[in-house]
């Protein structure tokens, strides 16, 4: 085996380039010349694999081969060079790092707006997927759902009755229950004539009496605690001001639906009546926009029945509510919006609350006795474009001749009603000419 077999990668193949390009010398006389691939010229680079060349290599390699080994070429002695210093690199220590100031034991610095991202707690909430609910929640669930599908109201209250008489069996969880009804009473929009209609029902259908009250009575006793901050509320600043208002207009909901019931059939609940005289004084007594707004609303709510109840007893409170509101129209410094909703709620009550009393019955109503006979009578127009409705004394003519234009009986089902008209027929000859006149004229635009 050839002793040189320990030599350099590619140093053999370096030495002794030929002069012919594309030839390399052996190293043996005893083998002949023949053309290789790569061009010798080039030095070929070292080997991926290979340590870096230093000193001391390269002068082991030049003891354990020839002597020629110690003659290296010149890009072979630039890559030597070259990796000399890279080695040396590691051991120097640039100036910049060591006149620095930077500490590895220094705060971490966190630019200003930076948003520190921090883990999320875990919790472990299996309880809470299988506990089971508790009053509030139940409450709240078909509180909502009433408030979104308030038609619904008929058909799922006595399952809701017959749910609470399950749950509700004592006197704290009465208490719950009403505070829940109330709070959410108020305090969702628009829900107040629901939820006076369901403390309506479920004061006549909740099985429990502890010795504190039924469900009306403590509900009465919730709004009473409410009623007596109205000097206070009326001057508050607007956060309780919206919330007595919300209570004004639920405690008016209650006066039309809560019921009580009597010798003489089911009676609405004196107490309001009085509780509803007083919040409208108050209102008006603090005559800001807010107030005067709740009071139009409350009056418009539950005028007319206020009205006629005070009549019956032979008091005039209504005259007086109603003086002191022109008063506030003429000299209280309220918004324009405000001054107008008066005047419109004095209009209302002069028409009496906008109820027609000379009306006569349904069975029995005529032209010459009932005003709104034809009111929802509909309105048709003649070829010309005149309206006319059934009031009009050419009605039946116009009519007729409308039936007769348009052909609406006997055209599209027949004679008898029943027949259906057949639309696939032929078109008539003189259809038919003007439809391919049409066709023509549509083709020779669409060629210009």
């Known amino acids: 085996m050839n002793e040189n077999f320990d030599r350099a990668p590619g140093a053999e193949r370096a030495r002794n380039p030929s002069a012919e390009p594309g030839y390399a010398g052996a190293t043996s006389g005893d083998y002949d010349i023949r053309p290789t691939v790569f061009n010798q010229r080039e030095p070929l680079r070292q080997p991926r694999t290979s340590p870096p060349f230093n000193d001391g290599s390269i002068g082991a390699a030049g003891n354990a081969g020839s002597g020629d080994f110690q003659r290296q070429n010149k890009p072979q002695q630039s890559t030597n060079a070259n990796s000399v210093p890279a080695s040396r690199g590691y051991n120097d220590v640039d100036p910049l790092v060591k006149s620095s100031k930077l500490s590895a034991a220094a705060p971490e610095f966190v630019p200003s707006g930076f948003m520190t991202y921090e883990e999320p707690t875990y919790y472990d909430d299996s309880e809470y997927y299988y506990s089971e609910p508790t009053l509030a929640d139940t409450v709240t669930d078909f509180l909502g759902h009433l408030s979104s599908s308030p038609g619904s109201f008929e058909s799922d209250v006595e399952d809701i009755a017959s749910m609470l008489n399950s749950w509700v069996t004592t006197e704290e969880l009465l208490q719950e229950l009403v505070e829940l009804i109330y709070t959410q009473s108020t305090a969702i929009p628009n829900f107040s004539y629901t939820g006076a209609r369901l403390c309506n029902y479920l004061s006549h259908h909740l099985t429990v009496r502890p010795p504190s009250g039924n469900f009306r009575q403590l509900l009465l006793q919730r709004c009473h605690k409410e009623f007596e ?26 006066y039309l639906h809560l ?8 009676n609405r609940t004196k107490i309001l009546l009085t509780a509803l005289k007083d919040l409208l004084t108050s209102l008006l007594s603090h005559p800001v926009d807010a107030n005067l707004i709740c009071a139009v ?5 539950t005028g007319s029945v206020l009205d006629d ?17 022109e008063n506030i129209v003429l000299d209280a410094p309220c918004g324009r919006d405000a001054r107008q909703m008066l005047l419109k ?34 309105t048709f127009y003649t070829e010309d474009g005149t309206p006319f409705t059934a009031a009009d004394p050419d ?16 055209d599209a089902y027949g004679e008898n009603g029943n027949e259906v008209y057949d639309f696939e027929d032929e078109m008539e000859p003189e259809m038919e000419e003007a439809f391919e006149n049409f066709c023509l004229e549509s083709e020779q635009k669409r060629q210009q």
């Open 229 to 254: 901050q109205r000097d206070a509320a009326v001057r508050g600043d607007p956060d309780i001001q919206k919330k007595f208002h919300s209570f004004v207009l639920f405690l008016g909901e209650l």
């Open 259 to 266: 019921e009580v019931k009597g010798e003489k059939g089911p």
């Open 297 to 301: 609303k409350l009056l418009k709510l």
């Open 309 to 325: 109840t005070w009549k019956q007893s032979g008091e005039q409170h209504m005259e007086e509510l109603l003086k002191r509101i």
């Open 345 to 378: 709620l004095v209009e209302l009550r002069s028409s009496d609350w906008g109820r027609v009393r000379s009306a006569a019955a349904a069975s029995n109503a005529t032209p010459e006795n009932d005003p709104n006979y034809f009111m929802n009578e509909p």
């Open 395 to 410: 009605y039946a003519e116009k009519y007729q001749e409308i039936l007769e234009r348009q052909g609406y009986f006997y």
